[in-house]
């Protein structure tokens, strides 16, 4: 899909090319307006040049002074040996060098990579499908207010249920399994642990993606749509011609957004920890989890301030590239309707 | 002309999709009466059977909730920081949004990429320079470095998703207020905020709901019992399980302490809250 | 608001400036003694209305009554210590914290920011020393280069529980070497019960068994030997992998309870308390975890985990307080301890909070009299060998990964072997 994006090119105007077919283009020839270029000359253009700096400095003093100089102080706090409290250690690059060689580490490292695509592509494709779905669905308002709900519930409530639901033998799933195939359902959290929070992952965020998508895709005229079905066109030619092009901003906002925070996600693992001060199975740990089991997590926290901010330079350093290339992949010219 | 539309879709395709959406609608039902009947059953009833009814009416586990975990006192804490956070929050963050939104320019464009970075900074990895930040200040350990932490840890997703919104706000009306001589400032304060009015609301609820919930930044930044947040006291009520005995009954009222006050918000801003979602693009 | 909105932004003009100085290395913290005596601040790490809580705030009460030192008490909860790890290097620190051994010992121990307590032990109480009241077979265990860090008030023993009730007979004489062990499961799970109740979603409750069996065959201070191996090849001695066998036998011969596998905590010590399971290896807060929901009639019983070699052994763990070394008011917090230990108060621990004191001389609850007499009776040993709190993460990243799998049936000792060489290698490559 990303693929076939159009490259580019500064300032000017372009349709999609995949909307460019005479066939659709027809449909898409509507009152519009041209996309402001970087640099347009108008009146409203040199205000808001003007209120830039203004606008942006609280937000921005505040970013720097929590966000940016703190980061910058676990960089450097990332090429020491520190506990927290005495003198830190230099130790040079050692904490990059011995986190590649760390299998603790490059299991949590996997186990979030898998998270980003695996759960991601799997919510996007679900709430993509749900969207289509519910877009002319009797009681779509009421629909997609059910199902943000769980992104409101505390994480930790939803994964109790889920050891309700999942845990082997008398797990409600098992049990229906059981009443289906009259065997044993497979062992859930004993084997399966890492795919059940996959599982649930999805389930949250699908709510929450299809939210996105939807008022996304709710703001594509609906006169569009009728000028597609007078043309003869099925469900998946509008979806493949009109829908995606014309959400296709949302959707790489969203992408992004998911990308970036997939990697906080910890509360929803950390709960299938056995008690609330256990962490869960080292199999299952992501980068988060891996940060706070090199800190303060577990029954004897180990304090290793130095080789947990290593961990999460990594880490942040992967994504911001996988950002960056994802941006560069799905970027496509601005239509605005 | 709706109707052929609609006509032309009703394949068997169609049909699943209509049926798993209400499968997942009756599941999400399911989860919160689940979690609402629990909290009103006995413990060892719910470990018996977790999907029955049996030993149904215990509203002493919302009793024993309240009292245990100290609900009373951290309600207005929580009320005064979490709330007050989401609003201050969403005032800094909406002026920076436009002006990223609004301006196209390449610094804009890295701008919004450097905020959007804060969202994967992990909390535990920057809060040994937060804390010696905060310790110098004097905002350890109270109320006031709580608020000031949490409008700040929640500025680049707001910023995010807020730069999103009004990038998808159309120009004509700006142009128009420009034409007619209104003011830069008046025209972001009176005709722009109103038309944003969704995704404000947006930002607060989503910021409102994680802030609701965070555990973490309290649990370091706050040690008078008397300033414990909701979310501190039911993390601290879940912990007495280990050595104390766990009363699963309790728990889930102590849950739904939490969870129904939000649930309320979400059903009375819900519909205004998904119309502002549109995240729309960040150049 | 407004008011807070105000300081906040003197907030801000402060912070930008020292933003990126960001003052880490400043302040590493004076040493104690700058407070004025007459009261003392206690970060508890229980809540309010537990047990323990009611035991010590009436004690402070007393204390502040006698002495005129006021006893300003947090209830923190559990987390209590990741308080005080972020404020050990220049923030307001508590004169007196409690938490569990390893916990102390990871967090302020090992930063060196603890109080020696040599001076306290030697402290009166009533007429005699605290290194009196205290058993020395605790106090041995709570020490760093000799010195004590702790305090403890209440000990954790760790071994089998059972309903006296359902199973007189075992209550009469329990077993003691690893094959009556094995006998009598067999017998029960031959008589249709389940001999076993295990929450395996718990890595410490797994490795109770390993660690328990390893330590009664091998000696105690052994497993913390094998951990300390670089290479991890210590696993692979011969008698090592004996022990090993017997506990991965307890799987094999399908002893534990349907859900130990794949269950979720507390289900299984649930199902032990309504009698669905006749064994529970845990700690002596089993009774009191339990205790509320049990089946009518259950009657608390104890016995050592049988020994797999010659000698038997209980675990145990302490709970107690803690000073940290830059506390203002360290003077006033031991007097309070030591007022703390006194048989009127300590006594509560037992009598009110139902767990085992320290002090051998304090009666104890009846749910609690076998252990305490196995306290008297066996020699000690630190619950998991103290490799949790020798070796901060070992656990969580070496042991219980593969440890888990043995108990669970998915692995044999060979895979177990592998597993924990592998990651026994890698632990100590970057802990060096």
């Known amino acids: 899909m990303a693929g076939k994006a159009v490259a580019a090119g500064t300032g000017a105007r372009q349709r999609p090319s995949s909307v460019d077919s005479p066939r659709w283009g027809a449909a898409l020839r509507r009152p519009g307006r041209a996309a402001l270029s970087p640099g347009a000359r108008n009146p409203l253009d040199r205000r808001r040049r003007r209120l830039f700096w203004p606008f942006l400095a609280p937000a921005l003093a505040l970013y720097v002074v929590f966000f940016v100089g703190p980061a910058l102080a676990s960089l450097w706090i990332s090429f020491h040996r520190w506990d927290g409290v005495g003198e830190m250690e230099p130790r040079g690059l050692e904490n990059y060098r011995i986190l590649f060689d760390d299998s603790s580490f490059l299991g949590a490292f996997a186990n979030t990579m898998t998270i980003l695509v695996l759960v991601g592509a799997t919510t996007f494709a679900l709430s993509f499908a749900l969207t289509m779905v519910l877009r002319d669905m009797r009681g779509r308002r009421f629909v997609r207010a059910v199902l943000f709900f769980p992104h409101i519930v505390a994480p930790v409530v939803l994964s109790v249920l889920w050891g309700f639901l999942f845990r082997s033998p008398e797990g409600l799933v098992n049990s229906a399994w059981r009443a289906v195939s009259g065997a044993d359902g497979p062992n859930w959290l004993g084997d399966h642990l890492f795919a059940v929070i996959v599982l649930g992952l999805v389930w949250v965020n699908t709510g929450f993606y299809t939210t996105v998508i939807m008022a996304g895709v709710d703001r594509i005229p609906p006169d569009l749509y009728e000028d597609c079905a007078l043309a003869g066109a099925t469900g998946w030619q509008r979806f493949r011609h009109v829908t995606l092009p014309l959400s296709w901003e949302v959707v790489a906002t969203a992408a992004v957004l998911w990308t970036i925070s997939s990697l906080k996600i910890f509360e929803f693992v950390y709960a299938f920890g056995g008690t609330t001060n256990d962490m869960p199975p080292l199999d299952v740990w992501n980068s988060a989890l891996f940060v706070y089991g090199t800190t303060f997590g577990g029954r004897s926290p180990q304090y290793q301030y130095g080789y947990a901010s290593a961990s999460a330079v990594v880490t942040l350093a992967a994504v911001t590239v996988l950002v960056v290339l994802l941006r560069r992949l799905m970027r496509r010219e601005t239509v605005q309707f | ?283 | 608001m407004v008011r807070h909105g105000k300081r906040g932004s003197a907030l801000l003009s402060v912070t930008v400036a020292s933003a990126l100085a960001l003052s880490l290395t400043a302040c590493a913290g004076s040493d104690s003694g700058s407070g004025d005596g007459r009261s003392l601040t206690y970060w508890s790490m229980w809540k309010e209305n537990e047990p323990q809580a009611r035991v010590l705030r009436e004690a402070a009460q007393a204390f502040e009554r006698e002495h005129g030192v006021r006893v300003v008490i947090q209830w923190q909860g559990r987390d209590v210590l990741k308080k005080v790890a972020p404020a050990l290097r220049g923030g307001d620190l508590p004169d007196l914290v409690d938490q569990d051994q390893a916990l102390v010992r990871s967090t302020l121990v090992a930063a060196d920011a603890h109080r020696d307590l040599t001076g306290l032990y030697a402290a009166d109480v009533a007429g005699r020393k605290v290194s009196d009241v205290v058993s020395a077979r605790y106090s041995d265990l709570v020490r760093r280069d000799g010195k004590p860090y702790l305090v403890p008030y209440e000990v954790i023993g760790y071994g089998l529980w059972f309903d006296g009730a359902a199973l007189p007979e075992v209550a009469a004489s329990p077993p003691g070497t690893w094959s009556e062990f094995t006998a009598l499961l067999s017998a029960r799970k031959a008589a249709g019960a389940a001999p076993l109740a295990l929450d395996g979603d718990i890595g410490q409750y797994n490795a109770l068994w390993t660690v328990g069996a390893l330590q009664g065959a091998l000696g105690k201070d052994k497993v913390n030997e094998l951990a300390r191996d670089r290479s991890g090849e210590a696993w692979r001695r011969p008698e090592v992998r004996a022990v090993l066998d017997d506990v991965a036998g307890l799987a094999r011969s399908g002893f534990f309870a349907a859900g130990h596998n794949g269950g979720k905590w507390p289900a299984a010590q649930e199902k032990w308390a309504q009698g669905q399971a006749d064994f529970l290896l845990m700690g002596s807060w089993a009774p009191s975890e339990t205790g509320a929901k049990a089946r009518a009639g259950f009657q608390y019983r104890f016995a050592a985990l049988p020994s797999a070699g010659r000698q038997r052994y209980v675990p145990v763990e302490s709970i107690g307080f803690a000073i940290p070394r830059r506390a203002k008011n360290a003077e006033a917090a031991e007097r309070f301890v030591a007022y703390f230990l006194r048989d009127e108060h300590l006594g509560r621990i037992s009598s009110v909070a139902r767990n085992l004191t320290p002090n051998p001389a304090l009666p104890v609850p009846d749910e609690l009299a076998g252990l305490a007499e196995a306290t008297r009776s066996l020699p000690l040993a630190r619950v998991q060998d103290g490799v949790a709190e020798d070796f901060p993460g070992y656990v969580e990243e070496v042991l219980w990964p593969a440890n888990d799998q043995l108990l669970r049936g998915q692995t044999d000792v060979d895979g177990f072997l592998g597993q924990i060489g592998e990651k026994q290698v890698n632990y100590w490559k970057k802990n060096r």
């Open chain 2, 1 to 283: 002309m709706v109707a052929r539309s609609l006509r032309a879709e009703r394949g068997p395709l169609r049909r699943i999709g209509t049926a798993g959406v209400w499968l997942l609608v009756a599941f999400n039902v399911g989860v919160l009466g689940w979690l609402l009947v629990a909290a009103l059953r006995e413990h060892t009833a719910i470990f018996r059977d977790p999907w029955g009814l049996d030993s149904l009416g215990q509203f002493g586990n919302f009793v024993r909730a309240w009292s245990d975990s100290d609900f009373g006192r951290a309600a207005g804490n929580t009320a005064l920081v979490a709330v007050g956070a989401s609003v201050v929050v969403v005032l800094i963050s909406a002026p920076a949004s436009y002006a990223l939104a609004k301006t196209r320019t390449r610094l804009s464009g890295m701008m919004a990429v450097l905020f959007a970075v804060g969202i994967g900074i992990p909390t535990q990895v920057i809060v040994i320079p937060l804390f010696a930040l905060m310790q110098d200040a004097g905002l350890v350990n109270s109320l006031t470095g709580l608020f000031v932490l949490y409008v700040a840890l929640s500025v680049p997703f707001t910023v995010f998703l807020l730069t999103g919104f009004f990038g998808s706000l159309p120009d004509e009306v700006e142009e128009a207020a420009a034409i007619d001589g209104a003011g830069a400032v008046r025209t972001f304060a009176q005709i722009v905020l109103p038309l944003a009015r969704n995704g404000l609301l947006t930002a607060f609820l989503l910021n409102l709901v994680g802030l609701w919930n965070e555990t973490f930044v309290a649990l370091v930044f706050v040690q008078d019992s008397a300033k414990q947040t909701l979310a501190l006291s039911l993390l601290g009520f879940l912990q007495t399980q280990q050595y104390s005995g766990a009363d699963y009954g309790a728990l889930f009222a102590g849950v739904a302490i939490l969870v129904v006050p939000m649930l309320l918000l979400y059903l009375w801003l819900g519909r205004r809250i998904i119309e502002g979602m549109t995240v729309g693009a960040v150049k």
